[in-house]
């Protein structure tokens, strides 16, 4: 029995020091009392691009500058397509601590990657520090202070008591409309757009005539409405009606009678066709730009690819349609207290064990929000700069006086898009940021899309299709393994090697209880 007992509790150990192998060292970064000029570091920059070589050309030459600056500090670029292959990436290299040092994300992201332990770095006194922080005596560039950040976009990136981001660049979502089309059908294009508006105009464009040919257009094709991202449609209708989407703890709202009135609303219309989705139809402005579709809802930054002299147009020229196109914000349900969401890239840095390495990304982060990096990029799409000093230079404001003097540049639509996200910057909202609220965000635009699915498949939307629509997206976006609201935590299945412990353990237990009652038999008997 003891060679038994002896046996369990060396596996017991060894499974114990197995479990332990790999655990990474807690990394506490403090900031240096100076940067060591005399040492070379090599960072990383994960950025993400639509496929626009000019962009990448403002990150190789903010890269360049700033290695003109600090020759100690080599800075090496690795694009992405979009914004979830980086947030996959930074999430699988998390376990082998291989993050990057500097990478272009999205608070919702950095919500998840904060799961692991010491993975980003709290900004606050980074933020402040009197010679390495924004605006810092140190620093060899022009960086803004803290006060010359925007603070609405600023406040986008505090969350769990911190600031784990800086904003990069920000953009909200605009209503591409067809005048033209809107007028034809006998409408007044008002100042500002109404869910109810949008609808009666989508339902009108949906006549044929004998021939099966749409009568605004004359085409086989017209889809009136469709929207790119359904996660922002759903966020923006619910927090336009004071409805319940989430709390700032994790509290999941999101399934509600509002809600449900909201979805059978979309459902009529997406019944008729005259509603669809980018992830049922396609790309907005492709349909917009051939004169298939009258109100394309997309973002700020995407204003390059609306309208009949777009710079950047994904369809034959054969196809393109000549119409008038006006910028408008979102759609509203009170006109006297407009609603729309604010969107767009941050930065994050990513903790290291060598603070000299962590403070090198510092640096390197804050000089992206210099006004040459922020200019040239926002000039690039319907951006806008995340700072008042870029907003308010001389070279930013001779930009926007100049619109419409040519349609690449120049173009109208685009600087258009960026004077309404900047008219617009307090009517602008975020949603609440916590482990598990992209999960979210993604059933909110689920619940759109299948919808939209399912009446087109000729299926009757009820309240009973509903309360099942509700349970499944539940259950697939794993909303209910958490609610913090509740305190109820449900912990899913434990790793293997967790599970071979705690049984080894429990075999020792029982182990040592059997020698103890053996023992206790002999002593009776003898």
Known sequence: MKKIISLLLIIALVLTFTGCHGAKEEKVFTIPEEFDTSRNYEISFWAKNDTNLTQVEIYKKAIADFEALYPNVKVSLKLYTDYGRIYNDVITNISTDTTPNVCITYPDHIATYLTGKDTVVPLNELMVDEKYGLGGSEVLFDSPTKDEIISKFLEECEFSGSYYALPYMRSTEACYVNKTFVEKLGYELPEALTWDFIWEVSEAATKKDKDGNFIVNGQKTMIPFI???TDNMMISMLKQQNAGYSSNMGEIAIFNDTTKEILAEIAKHGETKAFSTFKISSYPANFLNAGQCIFAIDSTAGATWMGSDAPLLDISEDKLVQFETKVMTIPQYDLD???MISQGPSLC??????SQEVLASWLFAQFMLTNNVQISYSQTEGYVPVTNKAQNSNEYQDYLSRIGEDNDFYYPIKIQAAKLLMDNTENTFVTPVFNGSASLRNAAGQLVEEVTKSVRRHETVNNEYLD???????????????????GKINLGKLPSGAVILMVSLGVCWLGIIAFWIKNQIKKKKS
């Open 468 to 486: 099942n629509l509700f349970t499944e997206i539940t259950s697939l976006y794993r909303l209910d393994q958490i609610n913090l609201a509740t």
């Open 337 to 339: 207290n407009p609603k």
């Open 227 to 229: 929207y790119k991202s």
């Open 349 to 354: 840095v990513f903790n290291k064990a060598d």
